[in-house]
């Protein structure tokens, strides 16, 4: 239901849950302190909202939630909601989106936030703080690669054999030059070619020399 599905008055219909009396009552201020939208109900159970929603019919749900548990999430949304929680787990997030929940906001978030949030999600967009939004990005960035490997993850004596390895030298001459074991040198190559995400010595060159960790 969007922004135009309004009552007579043009007002977007507000449905609220809390299980604090508290912010509940702040809430019901807020809701009615804005001459655009009009309270059709309040409730202590967050668990029962959607289930009073299919009685009021609101243009928007606003739950004020303390924890993602006390939200019990259905599978398709009938109305926008928008939810109050501090921290909410990137997986509950990412499902609460997919279910059709509009914004989710933290508990914290000023009164101007809020209003925007309502009128934006009866609009029919989705509204996220950025901490959130920084979570989810994290959730479903891509692996790390292989050009953005830092220098520091290779030592000082991987960096070494690295060079060496460019030069065409085999384990026995590494081994000879830094004065160290063939078995030691077979575990710093093992750790480089891991670390470079490569499969032979020529691509851990390859890649070492366009990444600018050796020169020729």
């Known amino acids: 239901m969007t922004a135009g599905n309004k009552n007579g008055r043009g007002s977007v219909r507000v449905l609220l849950a809390s299980a604090s009396a508290v912010r509940r009552a702040g809430l019901e201020a807020l809701v009615k302190s804005s001459g655009s939208l009009t309270l059709i109900g309040s409730m202590s159970n967050t668990q029962v909202i959607f289930e009073r929603a299919s009685d009021l019919r609101p243009d928007i749900i606003l739950a004020d939630l303390d924890h993602e548990s006390s939200l019990r999430l259905p599978a398709h949304f009938i109305f926008p909601a928008i939810v109050l929680i501090d921290d909410p787990d990137p997986g509950w997030t990412a499902q609460a989106l997919r279910f059709g929940v509009k914004a989710i906001l933290d508990r914290d978030r000023g009164h101007e936030e809020i209003l925007y949030a309502i009128k934006a999600a009866s609009s029919g967009l989705v509204v996220l703080n950025a901490e959130v939004t920084g979570k989810l990005v994290e959730r479903v960035r891509p692996p790390t690669r292989i050009d953005e490997t830092p220098l520091d993850q290779l030592s000082s004596r991987e960096l070494e054999v690295l060079g060496m390895l460019a030069e065409g030298l085999g384990n026995r001459q590494i081994a000879d030059r830094l004065g160290l074991s063939d078995h030691t040198i077979k575990f710093h190559i093992s750790s480089i070619l891991d670390k470079l995400g490569a499969s032979t010595r020529t ?10 960790l050796i020169l020729l």
Do not use: H, I, K, N
């Open 203 to 212: 691509e851990a060159v390859t890649t070492a020399l366009r990444m600018g």
